[in-house]
């Protein structure tokens, strides 16, 4: 079991950035992807980016050059810094842990960031 807690959201106007953190309750090296997702209201829930413990990354079309994730094994916490942020890309934003064998994903329970134009 790995439970997750993020924080870091709030309100920022478009053009600002916020850094996103995501604790997690045991070590993340054996956590196979560390991945964030976001939930704007009435729509479904959208990947974000993803890490490996590999240290590889992949974002969505939508933030990426914008989004940067990275983690600190040490601390076993993920981070999402947010850049160049507009008002699409205001939501729930979600940390996500993934393990392929046993078969896994631990859900936080979300930070809400808004962006105000």
């Known amino acids: 079991q790995v439970q997750l807690v993020e924080s870091g959201g709030g309100l920022v106007q478009a053009g600002g950035s916020l850094r996103l953190s995501c604790a997690a309750s045991?070590?993340?090296?054996?956590?196979?992807?560390m991945r964030w997702y976001r939930q704007a209201p009435g729509k479904q829930r959208d990947w974000v980016a993803e890490?490996?413990?590999?240290?590889?990354?992949t974002y969505a079309d939508s933030v990426k050059g914008r989004f940067t994730i990275s983690k600190d094994n040490a601390k076993d916490t993920v981070y999402l810094q947010m850049n160049s942020l507009k008002p699409d890309d205001t939501a729930v934003y979600y940390c996500?842990?993934?393990?392929?064998?046993?078969?896994?994903?631990?859900w936080g329970q979300g930070t809400q960031v808004t962006v105000s134009s």
């Open positions: 890490i490996t413990n590999g240290d590889s990354t």
């Open positions: 045991k070590s993340i090296s054996s956590v196979n992807v």
């Open positions: 996500n842990a993934h393990i392929y064998f046993p078969r896994n994903s631990y």
